[in-house]
């Protein structure tokens, strides 16, 4: 479906109010962040947050079993299409992420993350998964909540990837719950809006420039029952939550395959 785009001094003016805003929660993370405890914080980082989804003009649709701020602490798991998926976690939950240590090389994001408390894993180092496997602990038994993408890659929303387990260990190490999250960003008639994917070659400038185009985008993200994780395995845990997801958007898992460029791709 071909979708009308945004003119060219549009585009340009929300190019710029996000970079302003990026630049202004680089302020913010430096100034204030550092100070703030608690729900003050969060609700900080959720009114940042909301303002990324403001300036791209994201209508955000929210919807089954919706946690609670005051929720206990918890991991959080999505399937991972976008570097916009995290602002729209963040304006609603503000928990901290795990992410793959590329993302601290990216441009203003990459600091904002680090400075956001995010947990940076080296994927290609096997004994980086116990470091960040007693982190992730840590951080749950000091009362804050995780989010992670399990598929270790994004995808352009029109398949997932399987599950990795390993860092489910610190959930069922902590006896939390596991709360699965489906996320899409839909096209009016029902398609998969694939430019807001930010996945194989495209780089984060051309992410960005394809969403500004975008008059409007819609996300829908999707709340699971939580998984009991007391006595289970990670592994099962892995793929009762990655069928789930998947079962639910309708979507096929495949193998992802290493491409040429160091992305991960669909295999068949």
């Given amino acids: ?16 109010r996000l970079l302003v805003h990026l630049l202004w929660g680089m302020l913010l993370a430096t100034v204030w962040l550092p100070f703030l405890r608690g729900k003050r914080r969060d609700k900080l980082v959720r009114r940042w947050s909301k303002t990324i989804l403001n300036i791209l003009n994201v209508k955000l649709q929210v919807s089954g079993s919706v946690p609670l701020t005051s929720t206990p602490p918890s991991m959080f798991m999505s399937n991972h299409i976008s570097w916009l998926d995290v602002w729209l976690v963040n304006s609603l939950l503000s928990p901290r992420f795990v992410a793959k240590s590329e993302v601290r090389s990216w441009p203003l994001i990459g600091w904002l993350s680090e400075k956001g408390g995010v947990i940076f894993i080296e994927r290609a180092k096997r004994k980086d998964t116990l470091r960040v496997s007693g982190a992730a602990l840590q951080a749950l038994a000091d009362g804050d909540s995780l989010c992670v993408f399990p598929e270790g890659t994004t995808t352009d929303g029109s398949f997932m990837v399987p599950f990795r387990s390993s860092l489910l260990q610190a959930a ?23 430019d807001i994917a930010y996945w194989s070659d495209i780089t984060l400038w051309e992410s960005m420039l394809a969403m500004v185009k975008q008059p409007e985008i819609t996300a829908e993200l999707i709340f699971l029952l939580p998984i009991p994780t007391q006595g289970k395995d990670r592994r099962v845990l892995a793929r009762r939550a990655e069928s789930a997801i998947a079962e639910l958007l309708r979507l096929p898992v495949r193998a992802a395959l290493q491409t ?9």
């Fill in 1 to 16: 479906m071909q979708v009308a785009l945004n003119s060219k001094p549009v585009q340009v003016w929300r190019l710029l």
């Fill in 260 to 268: 040429p460029g160091g992305q991960l791709s669909a295999g068949p």
């Fill in 172 to 194: 069922v190490d902590a006896e939390v719950l596991i709360r699965p999250m489906a996320l899409r960003y839909p096209l009016p008639d029902g398609g998969v809006n694939v």
